[in-house]
């Protein structure tokens, strides 16, 4: 008879303990309340437990229990049963005695499992009866948690984020592209998908469910989001597996039932929607879309939660339970250094610069690059490309594309960006300021950045921002924009450097200061302006007998190098500059774990100007603010002391930087860019290859 029950089980088996008890610890549980003399139905998920008080539950006067179950349920008593191994021989009833009931598999029928409760008096004698139908069902939302292109299951830290190479966390893309270049808009604009092609931009997020064809009735499930995390994501839901395809070849048709398969599940608008219940073992695919960048008012994290909500009585809402979450992280805007390689570079065609284009167009060409010229009728005289854009990217386990931040100065070039550069698979992001906070120090010629580095053993491996501002203790000084600086430092992964760069006209970390790559040490060289390297060189050229050669030969400017070294104003401005600068030096030695061999000084000379509050601005063509393409340098023509047929700070240049095997092309840029305060790396930008580091490997 033993063996007969063990081969056909029945409802009215003993429940058995667990070999493996589950505890609170390892186990989701919900407080679940028996009625007496009722037949209950609930739904109970796979890998949570259902946690009832009996002694609340028990009617007056009850002294024992006993429990029994259908094989598919597990069942457990807390303090534990004493009555061998069977939980059907009434147990003594105390006011802390806990049943734990689970489930291990999906039903494939609703309410196919049984559970009964019963109650006895002091002698034993039956008080009550509390009996459940169960259902079980598994259900996990999930995405990508390991950042590996792929959408596991049930990753364990879907619900959280760790940085590092061993962390976890999805990754989510802020949708700033458009996939339209007649119209175009900003696809973060648009609340509802278009082209097959916005699909690789999002996220993917799938629903995975297993159980019967139907839940029971009243139940259902549900996809919701905070308000707070309303602003910064929305879900789309696909839904055209099983769907037939329309016959119809008319566009607006075709796109009309091409948005209805991806309908707009979650928004600002709409914080939960119920989804479906597929039945049996299924996936339903959501693609989740960021919204906006981390800034000062959002860390960059959102979650996204799925319900099971359970019927009440009539009138009553549902109420949930059982929630599970995903956690995603919005991509950080990265900014490239001069090291990585370059892909396409950008200057402004203007009626005065001929021979600056001519210059770049040859330096492009034989470095194998492409150049983009923007054309007067979109630049309307504006040159100044670096000052308007700076060129980033945005990266995730599945998509990565370039985007460029639009500068608040918002010049003659400033349709460009939005014009021109936006598009498919190339973002678009900005910050607006009050129009009176905007300052020179807005252009993004003051936004650089560093190549790799590691300070006092932390790693900076996608380098760090270089900002300029006023002195610390200046009262009135010129700033960058605070919401371009609370941009930057909340992207987190290049944490920024503020420099001094007020003491310029201009105003901008260019004019004093670049990168470029070397074979050795670092793997690049800073490079600053230094009035004393100048003066050196032309105290050199004096002591041999070069006294009378020409700055600016033919030039209304031309200045012979004793009267250079003759003019004691300008000797105290460069002292004074000198100063400004070396402060910036030692800031940066700091903060970039430089050694003076990192550092090349170059031979430029700067003038102080009285009627702009004694700021200063290059004295000759600023041969630090070049363009760097790979070991090709394009740098400002400095039109120096002419000796022996050759310019001496140009020779001078050579022997510093060819040693490093870079190649020094000098292009004039004196008339069309030099002399409106601005030179070679101003009128030009560069978009470069990303890192191949993954930014999420970062140890923060």
């Keep these: ?314 009138d009553f809402p549902e109420t949930p339970i059982f929630t599970d979450k995903v956690v995603f992280r919005v991509a950080p805007w990265i900014m490239t250094p001069n090291t990585l390689k370059p892909v396409e570079v950008f200057v402004c065609s203007t009626s005065d610069n001929y021979e600056f284009l001519k210059g770049m ?59 021109v550069l936006l598009g498919p698979d190339f973002g678009y992001v900005t910050r607006y300021a009050q129009a009176e906070e905007v300052s020179s120090l807005d252009s993004f010629g003051n936004l650089e950045v560093s190549p790799p580095v590691t300070v006092k053993g932390k790693n900076y491996p996608l380098g760090r921002i270089i900002i300029g501002v006023a002195f610390p203790t200046t009262a009135n000084g010129r700033n960058m924009t605070k919401v371009v600086q609370d941009f930057l430092w909340a992207q987190k992964v290049q944490e920024p450097i503020a420099l001094y760069s007020d003491w310029l006209v201009v105003g901008h970390v260019d004019e004093f200061m670049t990168f470029v790559p070397a074979p050795d040490r670092k793997g690049f060289r800073l490079l600053l302006a230094s009035p004393d390297a100048a003066y050196k060189v032309f105290t050199n050229l004096q002591n041999n007998g070069h006294g009378k050669a020409k700055l600016f030969q033919g030039k209304d400017e031309e200045k012979s190098v004793n009267e250079i070294l003759s003019n004691e104003e300008l000797r105290a401005e460069n002292v004074y500059v000198q100063s400004c600068i070396d402060w910036n030096r030692d800031v940066l030695k700091k903060e970039l774990g430089l050694d003076e061999d990192d550092i090349i000084d170059l031979p430029v000379l700067f003038k102080v100007i009285a009627e702009e509050d004694n700021r200063a601005v290059a004295y000759y063509p600023d041969m630090v603010n070049m363009i760097v393409l790979g070991t090709n340098l394009g740098i400002p023509k400095p039109f120096g002391p002419q000796v022996n047929g050759s310019c001496a700070l140009e020779t001078e240049m050579h022997s510093l930087l060819e040693p490093l095997g870079l190649n020094c092309t000098f292009i004039d840029d004196f008339a069309s860019y030099h002399k409106l305060l601005g030179e070679v790396h101003c009128g030009s930008n560069v978009l470069r290859e990303p890192f191949a580091f993954k930014w999420w490997n970062l140890e923060l």
Aim: hydrophobic residues 35%.
């Design 1 to 314: 008879m033993e063996q007969q029950q063990k081969q056909r089980p029945g409802p009215a088996d003993l429940p058995r303990r667990n070999k493996v008890p589950r505890t609170e610890a390892n186990m989701d549980q919900r407080t679940y309340r028996l009625y007496v003399n009722t037949t209950q139905s609930l739904v109970c998920v796979v890998g949570t437990e259902l946690r009832v008080s009996l002694n609340k539950c028990s009617p007056i006067g009850s002294k024992f229990f006993s429990v029994k179950c259908t094989p598919t349920v597990q069942c457990r008593i807390v303090p534990a049963a004493v009555a061998g191994d069977s939980l059907f021989s009434p147990q003594t009833l105390t006011r802390n005695s806990v049943l734990f009931i689970s489930m291990d598999a999906a039903s494939k029928l609703p309410n196919e499992s049984k559970l009964s409760v019963k109650f006895y008096g002091s002698k034993k004698e039956a008080l009550g009866n509390a009996v459940l139908h169960l259902t079980a069902v598994e259900i996990s939302l999930d995405v990508d948690a390991d950042r590996d292109g792929i959408v596991e299951k049930n990753n364990p830290n879907k619900a959280s984020w760790k940085w590092g190479p061993n962390g976890h966390g999805a990754v989510l893309l802020v949708n700033c592209d458009s996939e339209s270049y007649y119209k175009k808009t900003v696809d973060t604009e648009k609340e509802e998908i278009s082209k097959v092609s916005d699909l690789k931009d999002m996220s993917g997020m799938i629903l995975r469910t297993s159980g019967p064809a139907q839940l029971p009735e009243g139940y259902k499930l549900s996809l919701h989001i905070t308000q707070t995390d309303a602003e910064s994501v929305r879900v789309f839901r696909n839904r055209k597996s099983g769907k037939q395809q329309a016959s119809s070849t008319l566009k607006n048709m075709l796109l009309k039932l091409f948005m209805q398969d991806y309908p707009l599940v979650l928004n600002k608008k709409q914080l939960a929607a119920e989804v479906p219940y597929l039945g049996g073992n299924s996936e339903l695919e959501f693609f989740v879309e960021g919204l906006r960048f981390p800034d000062k008012d959002f860390e960059g994290l959102v979650t996204i939660s799925l319900s099971l909500l359970e019927p009440s009585a009539q």
């Design 361 to 419: 167009r040859n330096l492009v060409q034989s470095s194998g690059y492409k150049l983009k010229i923007c054309h007067e009728y979109m630049n309307r005289g504006d040159r100044w490309m670096q000052d308007e854009i700076e060129f980033g990217y945005i990266d995730s386990p599945h998509q990565r594309f370039p985007v460029v931040l639009d500068s608040p100065r918002d010049g003659k070039l400033q349709e460009f960006p939005y014009e």
